[in-house]
């Protein structure tokens, strides 16, 4: 059974600090990963989608890269800002099985 | 753009009461799933369909019902409510066979079941 993990539950840095979240996967046969934001209350907001053969994505100043062979993803912010405060969650599609496997995120908080 | 539309936001039943989420999507979607937020405990999936008149069942069936007559429709059907089903229910959508694309969610519908 595919278990995402997602380390450490919550963080707070100081704004201008650039920081990556981490998202680790036990099972490496995925078909692609997926990194979101959600804000409290809200429903989640999908940022930046990795598929298996590829090793990165970018978008921003949100770079997401991905090492299947060790079960490893990170999502790195560059010069974090105050509106970048919210809960990041990872997701795992394991082949053709249709269900993704969430980890329980990171709950971001920057600060002024 | 409406994207994923869920109803209600809010709800509180009794036990053993029935009732049924709504979801629409207008993004022409074949792929949609239910999944339920627990603190702690992360998203898990529900049920999901892959088209019409196809549905499976996720990690967490047992107590709900789905079906997918339109494109547009997924409900979520609680039979006899129970506490324990006490939860946020998002529903999402991928434009992608299987779920393998972009996943867009709805606002989600917060229920408590007393």
């Known amino acids: 059974k595919q278990e995402v993990t997602q380390i450490p539950a919550a963080l707070s840095v100081p704004e201008g600090e650039n920081l990556v979240l981490n998202c680790s996967f036990t099972?490496?046969?995925?078909?692609?990963l997926q990194w979101f934001r959600q804000d409290p209350g809200k429903g989640l907001t999908s940022l930046l989608l990795i598929q298996s053969s590829q090793r990165e994505q970018t978008s921003g100043r949100l770079n997401a890269s991905l090492d299947k062979s060790s079960g490893r993803s990170t999502l790195y912010i560059a010069a974090s800002q105050p509106g970048d405060s919210a809960t990041y969650l990872c997701?795992?599609?394991?082949?053709?099985?249709?269900?993704?496997?969430f980890g329980t995120g990171t709950r971001l908080q920057v600060t002024l | 753009n409406a994207g994923v539309t869920q109803t209600p936001k809010f709800q509180v039943l009794k036990t053993g009461q029935s009732m049924t989420l709504q979801c629409a999507q207008d993004?022409?979607?074949?792929?949609m799933s239910w999944y339920r937020q627990d603190p702690g405990m992360g998203l898990r999936l529900i049920h999901y369909?892959?088209?019409?008149?196809?549905?499976d069942q996720g990690e967490v069936p047992n107590g709900y019902n789905v079906s997918r007559s339109t494109t547009e429709d997924f409900p979520l059907r609680l039979l006899s409510a129970a506490p324990s089903q006490t939860s946020v229910y998002f529903c999402a959508s991928s434009g992608l066979a299987g779920g393998a694309g972009e996943l867009f969610f709805g606002e989600g519908s917060r229920l408590t079941v007393l």
């Open positions: 099972d490496s046969a995925i078909y692609n």
């Open positions: 993004m022409n979607h074949e792929y």
């Open positions: 369909s892959v088209g019409a008149g196809i549905t």
């Open positions: 997701a795992v599609l394991v082949g053709t099985a249709s269900k993704l496997t």
